[in-house]
């Protein structure tokens, strides 16, 4: 990953933006342009040094009344009493309001056995979803340990990992809540095997809500560094999980599997870099981009470098031919010089109204960083991105730095400064340094 440029001598505190979306019918043509309102941004502020923004999603609380949440992962948080650790990483509710430090740490993970376990860096809220209004919520812990015998010649720590799993009101209520989601614990803990697991690394809900899909690339062959799911990806209506291998073969990998009837995932299609050390798998994400009924793979490969057209970063979008894959000339989209062009991947839903998902593609190093827009159409993808989106602060200062992974949550809910309803998408930003960012785009406006 290349690293990150100083650009907060004062170390300030964690942001979040909310910003919406614009949809402007010209008074004088029959065309309509569509742009993100990154003018009207919402405001959310964490605590210095947390990484508050890491990850994000909103989250539609039903019960006992209707509320709506931005959930921010913050994975270097400092520790809660009783944790024996200095950062142990948190996640923060934000209700959707004007009030820019109104976010709270959600009670989860308290205490801490020494013999056991050690909470110290586990980066709690590196990943954080929602399964949707009234739903679930997943957070986890990739970096959690697992100790045996300590302070003995032969103690053992297991970097194994662990989610949190709450109900729709962000507490622990039922049988499956709480974070006992520890699916490597107990298993042979070899390096090579379950010993450096790294469970919750990726996290996300299936599209039908049956499964809770946990990435846990530490895992023998290092797939699942990044996770998605769909139906229609190889046979009509049959779910279908993708899981992505940044470093396989040097070139990297994403594979989409099924389920048999043992529970086992195999694969059955394998999909392969074009360039070494690319990072081909390092973002991905389904969606039917042309509308056609079977949805189609966005892949982000970061790393990728073309020297003499002066290309850095690239996604490749592959349209489904009904179930089947190979021979597929993928569309490539590149982006600029050392911009890390596609680390973060997300489907926004259908934006501008025209009856195909846009997608949005994060380059944290293109200028101060900028998320690009892009539309589907009965083609694919458009080419050429409709809008590259930053937040302006007024000053020469852009806020807009650092986005290693772009989630996407869409929910309907009141928008607090005109209480009509709004389609959500969040885009978040995190750096390695003290002033993490996280923006939101909501709201499609018609005029």
Request: charged share 20%.
């Amino acid at each position: 990953m290349a690293g990150a440029r100083s650009r907060d001598p004062w170390g300030a505190s964690g942001i979040c933006y909310l910003f919406g979306s614009l949809l402007v019918e010209l008074l004088f043509s029959r065309a309509v342009a569509f742009n993100l309102d990154v003018m009207g941004a919402l405001r959310k502020e964490g605590e210095p040094g947390s990484l508050f923004g890491f990850s994000v999603a909103l989250h539609r609380q039903l019960q006992p009344r209707p509320q709506s949440w931005l959930l921010v992962g913050a994975p270097q948080a400092l520790a809660l009493p009783g944790q024996q650790a200095n950062r142990t990483g948190g996640l923060f509710a934000c209700p959707l309001s004007l009030e820019e430090t109104d976010c709270y740490r959600v009670d989860i993970d308290q205490g801490a056995d020494m013999q056991k376990e050690s909470k110290e860096n586990q980066w709690l809220g590196v990943s954080v979803r929602s399964q949707g209004p009234g739903g679930k919520i997943v957070t986890c812990a990739h970096r959690y340990e697992a100790r045996q015998r300590v302070d003995q010649i032969l103690e053992t720590r297991d970097m194994i990992g662990r989610c949190f799993v709450l109900s729709q009101d962000l507490a622990i209520r039922d049988e499956l809540d709480g974070g006992e989601w520890k699916f490597c614990e107990g298993r042979p803990q070899g390096h090579e095997q379950f010993g450096f697991c790294q469970q919750g690394t990726a996290a996300a809900f299936s599209p039908d809500s049956h499964y809770l899909l946990f990435g846990a690339p530490g895992t023998y062959n290092w797939k699942g560094f990044s996770i998605d799911s769909g139906k229609g990806l190889v046979r009509a209506e049959e779910l279908s999980f993708v899981a992505g291998a940044p470093r396989a073969n040097h070139k990297g990998a994403v594979v989409i599997l099924r389920k048999d009837s043992a529970s086992r995932l195999v694969p059955e299609v394998m999909l392969s870099g074009e360039r070494l050390t690319s990072g081909f798998g390092y973002s991905l994400a389904v969606a039917d981009l042309n509308s056609d009924g079977w949805p189609d793979l966005i892949v982000g490969a970061p790393y990728f470098f073309e020297r003499q057209e002066e290309l850095g970063g690239a996604v490749y979008v592959y349209l489904n031919q009904g179930g089947h894959w190979a021979g597929i000339s993928p569309l490539r989209l590149c982006g600029s010089p050392d911009s890390m062009f596609g680390i973060s991947l997300a489907v926004l839903g259908d934006l501008n109204q025209d009856g195909f998902p846009d997608i949005a593609v994060g380059a944290p190093f293109d200028g101060d960083g900028k998320v690009f827009i892009y539309h589907g159409s009965s083609l694919g993808v458009v080419a050429k991105p409709s809008q590259a989106a930053w937040i302006w602060m007024g000053t020469n200062t852009l806020t807009c730095w650092w986005a290693p992974w772009l989630t996407p949550q869409c929910s309907s809910g009141p928008d607090p400064s005109s209480m009509s309803p709004m389609r959500s998408l969040l885009l978040h930003e995190a750096s390695t340094w003290s002033s993490p960012t996280v923006l939101a785009a909501t709201r499609s406006v018609w005029t």
